[in-house]
Structure formats: C-alpha cells, structure tokens
C-alpha cells in the first residue's frame, strides 16, 4: 500500500512522468509526420493551381492572338492589299507585339510576294519561290476557308539566332469585305496571313513573375521536351532531357525525366516530386515538389502541347513544419506540466472551452463562406452584366484616366482591356473629343451631379457619334470616379442625315420641275433660230459646223435639265448603246478653248475597235464634261490632262481614265466626293451635285466610277494629282460578238 509522500510514491509518479514524457515525444514524431505529409500535399496543389491557373493564361492569350489574326484578315486594306496594308497591320501589330508576335505578313496567292512588317514597325515586300511551303498548300484548298494552320517556322522566316523555333498561326485571306472602292467584294482567294509568334517570348511573359513560396518558380517545355522558359537562361532552348546530366552528371534525374516523359509530354496535369543537383544559386542535392499542366494552343491541322511546371525545395515546407512542431511540442510539455502538477480542472474546462470555440469558429467559417459566395455571385452578376453590354463601359478618375472597361469597349476603341488601363481620355479620343470628354468629367467631379453629352469621335479611320452617360460613383460622400456608359448612335445619326438630304432632294426635284418648264422655252427658241442659220449657211462647212455644235449643245442643256430631275426621282430603267471614243471627241471639241486658255496640256490615248458600251450618249457626255470641268478647276495654274480608254482582258467592259495633275483631294475628303451637295469649293462657286450626279449616271447603266487622289500638302515630294476610272459595260450585242460561244459559257460559268 502506497503512502503519499513515500519514495514508492515518487518512483511511482516518476516512472509515470517519464513514460508520458516518451509517449508525448513518440506522439510529437508521429503527428510531424503526418504533419509534413498534410502540408506537403496542401503546397503542392496549390503549386497546380499555379501552373493551370498560368495555363490557362497562355492559352487565352493565343485565342486572342487568333482573334487578332481573324480581324486583321477581314480589313479590306488586307484582302485588296490596298495602300493603307502597312498602317493596317501597325494597327494590329500593337496590340499582339506585347505577347510575342515579331512578325505580321501576307503571301499572296501564287506564292511570290510576301508583304511583312516586323515588330519594329518595318514594311517590307519580299520576292521568292514559296509555293511549296505546306501551310500555303493548306490555305490554298477551299475546305480551309476559315482555318487556323498551326507550324514550326520555315528556315527563310527566322530572324533569330536563338534554338527556339518560331511558331506560325496562319489564316488563308479571301476578298470577302466591303468598303467604298471596293462595293461587290469578289470572294476570290488571293493569298494568306500569318503572325510570327516568338513561343519562348510568349512562355516567358506568363512564367518569369511566378514564386512558389519563397524561392519556388516555374518553367515551361514544348511538346518535344525543350525548354522554351527557364530561370536558367542557359536551358532555353536545350533538350530537358540532356541539359540537366550536362549541367550536373552527379545527380540521377531519372524522376524528373519520367515524369517529363509519360506525364508532361503526354498532356497530363498532376504533382509530384524528384531529386535535383541546384536551386537559385544553392548547389546541393535536394528534393524538389513539382506540379505541372498542359497548354493546348489548338489549330485546324494540329495541336501544339506544351507543359508548365511550378517547382519548390522540400525546404519551402520544412520550415513550416518545424515551426508547427515546435508550437505543439510546447503545448504537449505545458500540457503534461498541468497534469504532474494536478490541473485536471483546467484541462477540464480546456476541452470544454476548446469545444466551444471549435463550434464558433465552425459557425462563423460557415457564415464567412456563406458571405463569399453571395459576395461572388453578386461580382459574377455584375462583371457578366457589364461584359455583355453592347455599349462601351468604363470608370474614369479625377486625372481623366482609365480605371476599368469592359470587352466591348476595349475592342471598339483598339485596345485591350488591360492595356487601356491607366490611358488618358485624350490620348484615346482623337482630336478635341478627349479635351471635351475630360472638361465634362471635371464637371461632374466638381457639381457631383451626372449629365448626358453626344460627341463625334475619331476612332482608328471611322468617325462615330457616341452618346454619354456620366454618372458619379461616390465613396464616403466624395466622388471617387466618374462611370461612363457611351451608346454608339452613329446609324441613328447618319439615317438622320439621309433623311435630311432626301427632303433636300426632294425639294429640288419641285424646283428642277419649274427650271425645266422656264428654260425649255428659250431653248426652243435657240434651237429654231439656230436650225434657221444652218439653212442660211448651206456651203459654208465651218459655220455649219459651229451651229451644229449650237444645236447639240442645246439639246444637251434639255437634257441636263432632264438629268436633273431624274437625280429627284427613280429613273426608268431604259438601255442604251453609244461610242465611248465618239462622245469623248465631242467633249473635246467643246472645252478645247478652255484648256487652251486656262494652259492645260491635254493628251487623249483611245483604244481603236473599242466596242459600244450600255449607256445614254448625252448622259455620258454631261459625266464627261462634269470630270474635265473638274480638273481644270483642279488646275489654277495650268497641268497636264489624260484621258485613256482600253478593254480590260475579260473583254466584257470598257475603262474610261481621266488624270489630271491638279491640287488633288485630301483623304479625309475622298469618302465624301460622291455624296449629294458635298463640296470643298467656297459659297456660289458650286452645288456640290456634279459628281453625284456622275455616280448616278454610271451606276444606272451598270458601270462604277472610283477616284484616287494625292493632294499637295499629302504628297510629300511626289505629284500630286486626281484619277477617276470610269467602268461601263459592254452592249449586249458587242459582247456576243466579241466572244466565241464556248468562251462566252466558260465565264458565265465561272460568275456563278
């Protein structure tokens, strides 16, 4: 029997303490154990969401690249490889320089030329045999109408003395859009367009900035195992799985190259860990954690898969380990000290308090993830609300700096939604608009109250009305930012100018109704006295001659007013045939005492056996005096006139070409040129209807006018000077002779 205070006791007590004092230190062990494992698994998926989360990044960055190459595709500056393609593709190059493209270039259809800019903003047109390039056969075959060619870059495409080759996305280029020279797009395959795209810039820009932990980083191979980023410079480029055993032959990496070879090259995503002979400057042999994921850059003809790996030092976990170990031994030995000392209350109640502060903390973690999720699906709601508007939304500061936008927004003005971020209103809207846009922010930064505004806005060559919203967003009674919500109204506006102009001319279709009646009458007198001279003047070719021009000229001015009003309302659908080089001469004759004496040099190069063409004589001969008339005026100080005609060689047209060497039209003028009462001329020096007038005359008997123009403050050291082409049909008749029936059926078919 023991007695409290014998030695029995205390041995007793002792031999107690020390096999707790064992037992919590074998426990310790064990929970550390299964501590690092815990902790282990938890670092090491967050390492995955690393890398996925880094995957899906680069995989939506070549989406976009993608996109950028599909919009680019269908500029009509692109497909009609108009003047403009190096400022286009400028346009495009800044946005997808900052994701690796170096190059941006069209090979035209026969695989001759190649039309490049590079990524320092360089044009250049390149000549060579590239027709057997496979990605050219590829876009050359209708069923890739629309589809992407994914491929290694050809030796002649690299600019670079790095191992990494360079990836091409191409898109075969139809002529399928529309603008004013070109209004029936001929749907006809004239070549394809590639972006150059550096992989190991683009794999760099997404991995460089990542840590895992504190030393842990990442790098990415391509799906031949080759390094396209790596902390080490010196890896990229190389065979992952020789550059290690040649940077440390020590080290036995046959964990990594597995893992490299049946996971990783094979698209899978997954964690694990191998052996490795350094980290960041440390050179020792040390157990790494890795998790890794797939990124699938998709094609039409192929899908390239890379692999980015997230790696940390079993380091990154053993610190935390050891600090919790460390915590819990304390807690184990304060724990043991209160029960050799008697506290069983204490523990008592430390389990009840422990009981209760587990159900609070379970009770508030539900009610914090319950508010999370609310406070996500709110933001959800909102960012899908905003994303979704077909209206340009974006959040400005006192600065008049761009704070946030939405996708629609970004795309209309030429940015992306992170790249606009933190640009001025000025810089983006063109012009006075910006300065306009900024006064009305301060505005409502000053009175705190919204307003509403229209401008008309300069974005890339178009120009749209926007209406505005400005709404101030407020934090703590002051104004933090101003939200802007601008609608395009631009198609309200021109059908608003078009209906303007239509009661314009219908006014002037009452008023040519009355000029007509006034003028006819002294017509007809003209004429008559006029028919009477040319009988007086019988044997006298050169009078006669003069009054027969009086007479034609006369019957012209009849129908001038004719023309005028069937400019008011719909003409009837009647065909002629006339002599293009006929009504040209007679033209001539007219205004060579003009040009005479205005000093204008005029050259005529007709084309002989020119077949007739659909259309009214007179009605053309009015055209042609409009655009002779024009380019005098164009020529103050005198120049050079050339007028040509040929038949191009589908032979079913006739060119009719006026060049003169004048002033010449500004480009912001050139869209407008045909449209009714436009005029560039000062008030009463003219009506602003000759080349409408024109367009209607040509466009009524199926032909087309187009101008290009080079004017004087444009031309920098070049000539300046104004061509209008004029298109006409060829007589139905004159066609069916000019043709064999075999090859008349041969282009028939290929219209259809």
């Not at 960041?280 to 692999?307: C, E, H, Y």
């Not at 802007?484 to 506006?493: G, K, M, Q, W």
Request: proline content about 4%; some cysteine.
């Amino acid at each position: 029997m023991f007695r409290l205070g014998s030695p029995k006791v205390y041995l007793t007590v002792s031999a107690i303490t020390l096999l707790i004092l064992i037992g919590a230190f074998i426990l310790g062990l064990m929970s550390a154990d299964k501590m690092r494992e815990i902790i282990s698994v938890q670092f090491n998926q967050q390492q995955l969401t690393i890398a996925k989360g880094t995957a899906s990044d680069i995989e939506e960055k070549f989406a976009f690249l993608k996109n950028e190459l599909h919009t680019l595709n269908l500029s009509p500056a692109i497909q009609y490889l108009e003047v403009s393609w190096p400022n286009r593709m400028q346009i495009t190059m800044d946005n997808v320089k900052p994701y690796g493209v170096m190059e941006i270039g069209l090979v035209d259809g026969q695989g001759r030329v190649i039309y490049r800019l590079d990524a320092g903003g360089e044009s250049m047109i390149s000549q060579g045999d590239f027709q057997r390039l496979e990605w050219l056969q590829f876009a050359r075959t209708p069923e890739n109408r629309g589809k992407y060619f994914l491929t290694r870059v050809a030796p002649e495409f690299s600019h670079s003395s790095s191992d990494i080759n360079y990836l091409m996305i191409v898109l075969p280029t139809y002529q399928v859009s529309l603008d004013e020279s070109h209004p029936r797009p001929s749907g006809k395959f004239v070549g394809c367009l590639y972006f150059l795209l550096d992989p190991s810039f683009l794999a760099r820009k997404y991995t460089q900035d990542i840590r895992s932990g504190h030393t842990g980083y990442a790098w990415v191979i391509d799906r031949k195992g080759f390094f396209l980023h790596h902390p080490e410079s010196g890896f990229i480029g190389q065979d992952a799985f020789e550059v290690r055993e040649k940077r440390d032959p020590k080290v036995n990496f046959a964990e990594i190259n597995k893992i490299q070879r049946e996971k990783m090259l094979a698209g899978q995503e997954g964690v694990s860990w191998y052996w490795s002979g350094w980290h960041r400057g440390i050179a020792k042999k040390m157990k790494k954690f890795i998790a890794f994921a797939p990124i699938n850059l998709v094609g039409d003809n192929d899908q390239l898969t890379w692999s980015v790996a997230v790696v940390a030092p079993q380091t990154e976990v053993e610190g935390a380990i050891h600090e919790v170990f460390f915590r819990q031994f304390l807690l184990q030995g304060f724990v043991i000290l209160m029960i050799l000392l008697g506290g069983g209350t204490i523990i008592y109640y430390e389990g009840r308090w422990a009981a209760a502060l587990e159900e609070e903390v379970q009770r508030k973690t539900a009610a914090l993830k319950l508010s999370r999720d609310e406070l996500a699906k709110s933001e959800k709601l909102y960012k899908s609300l905003v994303e979704s508007a077909e209206d340009t939304i974006f959040n400005v500061d006192a600065k008049g700096e761009i704070l946030s936008i939405n996708r629609y927004g970004a795309k209309l003005l030429g940015y992306t939604p992170h790249g606009i971020v933190g640009k001025h209103l000025t810089s983006i809207f063109a012009g006075g608009a910006g300065d306009k846009i900024f006064q009305q922010v301060n505005e409502v930064f000053s009175t705190t109250v919204g307003l509403r505004a229209t401008h008309e806005v300069a974005i890339g060559d178009k120009d749209f009305y926007l209406n505005l919203n400005l709404t101030p967003i407020r934090e703590d009674d002051h104004v933090h930012s101003v939200l802007i919500i601008a609608h395009d109204v631009t198609a309200t506006r021109k059908m608003e100018e078009q209906l303007y102009f239509t009661e314009k001319l219908a006014s002037l279709g009452q008023l040519a109704a009355g000029v007509a009646h006034e003028i006819n009458n002294p017509l007809a007198i003209i004429l008559g006295y006029t028919d009477m001279l040319l009988e007086k003047a019988e044997g006298k070719p050169k009078d006669q001659k003069i009054l027969q021009t009086i007479i034609r000229q006369g019957l012209n001015c009849k129908k001038i007013v004719e023309n005028l009003m069937t400019f008011a309302r719909a003409p009837e659908k009647v065909q002629y045939d006339t002599d293009v080089n006929r009504n040209i001469d007679l033209v001539m004759e007219v205004v060579r005492n003009t040009l005479l004496t205005k000093k204008v040099e005029y050259h005529l190069d007709l084309a002989e056996n020119l077949p007739r063409v659909q259309g009214d004589a007179a009605q053309l001969q009015q055209v042609f005096m409009n655009l002779v008339t024009n380019a005098i005026k164009a020529m103050p100080d005198g120049g050079r006139l050339t007028i040509s005609t040929r038949v191009p060689a589908d032979g079913r047209k006739v060119q009719i070409l006026f060049v003169d060497t004048g002033i010449g039209i500004k480009k912001d003028h050139l869209p407008k040129i045909f449209d009714p009462f436009f005029t560039t001329g000062k008030v009463g020096e003219g009506t602003g209807l000759g080349l409408s007038v024109s367009y209607a005359i040509i466009k009524k008997f199926g032909g087309t006018i187009m101008c290009a123009s080079r004017a004087q403050e444009e031309a920098a050291g070049e000539e300046s000077g104004t061509t209008f082409t004029l298109t006409l049909p060829v007589a139905a008749s004159q066609y069916t002779e000019l043709q064999p029936p075999e090859e008349s059926h041969a282009r028939e078919n290929s219209d259809h």
